[in-house]
């Protein structure tokens, strides 16, 4: 661990030492807020001011209103090293911006706990399927399954760890579409009040409500199940502290089968365009403060931590510090529409950047019949 650490301060020294001002310009929107958050001249004392003034206008945007002086205090400290955060993923990721956020006010660990939920003591199992190598060749250049009417509109977790079951959901809803023609959304509650699957080799790695899961164990829960019910039938309610509420009569969706995708960034996106949508994982830690744009980060942890959907990829996203185009993914969050671009992420193709492509199923929907 500790050399690692050590590795990382060490980057980002270089980092800044080889970039120090030339984000400057980098294309931010028209939004004085976030050019302000990612400014760099003025000096410290300037900031410090500017940083009670961000402060009061998060709190007008996001409705945020705390209990006590202290924890308005606390808040506000929170919050000043989160602008700082920001202002060293704008360096550390010049391709996309970063700024304030709705999770501003949050320190890491809270927001780990609070709005991941990927179990990391989970991996997958030795034994699941390896999805079938497929041809590559004639993959379009460009994809996207929003195109193609097989997602459903970006999903809020809330502040529960339930990421996998956005995640499980949303590539089920993709894999129905294909079977059935029919878009349907689906329920996360169910998963959440419902799936308690383990995996036998490893103790305690159970998908586990608002405190994290793993959609590979989802799959195999809704396998065994029976299937999902619709959204509507089984609403969310961001807690798990409610009983099962499964009636196997309205099962909306079912899974046939579900497999690995190997890391190989072509076959990714060949399983992609053939079977819908896939399940993901990805360390989410430049998601805390991303605001748009493609992100490219020089260093990023591959340790996972989120659950996402991959719903499709773009040939040519503008990186301005690298003077050329990137490849990305077009990643459905599960944070609302009001995070991100609306509710999505972009991640750069390459180099498994965050450990995009190290957690990859692909699920087979049953075709319902009625
Ligand atoms: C998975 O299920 C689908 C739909 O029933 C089927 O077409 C496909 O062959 C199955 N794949 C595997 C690997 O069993």
């Known amino acids: 661990m500790a050399p690692h650490f050590a590795l990382l301060i060490l980057s980002s020294l270089i980092l800044t030492t080889l970039f120090p001002s030339a984000f400057a310009g980098v294309g931010m929107r028209e939004d004085p807020f976030i050019r302000q958050v990612v400014d760099r001249s003025g000096d410290d004392n300037e ?8 402060f009061t206008i998060f709190k007008r945007r996001f409705g945020k209103s ?8 606390y808040r506000l400290s929170v919050f000043k090293d989160n602008l700082r955060r920001a202002r060293s993923h704008q360096k550390l990721d010049p391709s996309a911006v970063h700024g304030v956020t709705q999770f501003s006010d949050l320190t890491p660990h809270e927001f780990r706990r609070q709005f991941l939920g990927l179990n990391r003591r989970l991996r997958l199992p030795i034994d699941a399927n390896k999805a079938p190598i497929l041809p590559t060749n004639d993959t379009p250049s460009d994809f996207d399954w929003r195109d193609h009417g097989a997602v459903t509109p970006v999903k809020n977790q809330g502040s529960c760890g339930s990421c996998w079951s956005f995640s499980t959901t949303g590539a089920l809803e993709g894999a129905n579409f294909l ?24 103790q305690g790695s159970c998908d586990s409500g608002c405190n994290g ?7 195999e829960y809704t396998l065994k199940a029976g299937g999902l019910m619709r959204e509507e039938d089984y609403p969310y309610s961001g807690s798990d502290r409610g009983t099962c509420k499964f009636d196997k009569k309205k099962v909306a969706a079912k899974v046939a089968n579900f497999s690995v995708v190997s890391l190989d960034e072509d076959q990714i996106a060949a399983n992609l365009v053939k079977n819908g949508p896939l399940a993901v994982a990805i360390n989410a830690v430049f998601m805390q403060t991303y605001i748009g744009g493609v992100s490219c980060p020089y260093i990023c942890s591959k340790r996972l931590d ?17 003077m050329k185009e990137k490849p990305y993914w077009i990643i459905k ?16 193709r390459g180099p498994n950047i965050c450990g995009v492509d190290s957690m990859v199923s692909t699920v087979a929907a049953a075709s319902t019949s009625h």
């Open 47 to 54: 900031n410090s001011l500017n940083a009670d003034h961000h």
């Open 66 to 73: 705390y209990a006590t002086k202290e924890e308005h205090d």
């Open 179 to 202: 079977a059935t023609g029919k878009l349907v959304s689906l329920s996360e509650q169910q998963l959440v009040d419902c799936d308690h699957e383990c995996d036998p080799e490893k």
């Open 213 to 219: 899961g793993l959609m590979n164990s989802a799959f």
């Open 306 to 322: 989120h659950g996402v959907l991959l719903v499709g990829y773009g040939s040519a996203g503008y990186a301005p510090i690298r």
């Open 333 to 348: 969050n599960s944070w609302g529409e009001n995070w991100g671009e609306k509710g999505y992420y972009k991640i750069c």
